[in-house]
């Protein structure tokens, strides 16, 4: 692998979360009501709830 297909992928990964964050963000957003009827969980503590999901990249890489 290149240095920049490596660098494409990481970019790419790092494009999906912040849309992915913007995403939760408004529907984090919108009326508790409405959040119900579009089917919108509950927040949870945790690393579900940080702003860029869990970490999973440390764990593809010894894949």
Excluded at 11 to 24: G, I, L, V
């Amino acid at each position: 692998m290149s240095i920049l297909s490596s660098i494409g992928r990481i970019a790419t990964e790092y494009s999906a979360a912040r849309t992915r964050a913007r995403t939760e963000r408004v529907l984090r957003s919108l009326p508790i009501e409405l959040r119900k009827d579009i089917g919108w969980p509950e927040p949870i503590d945790g690393w579900a709830n940080r702003p860029f999901g869990p970490i999973t990249r440390a764990n593809s890489l010894s894949s």
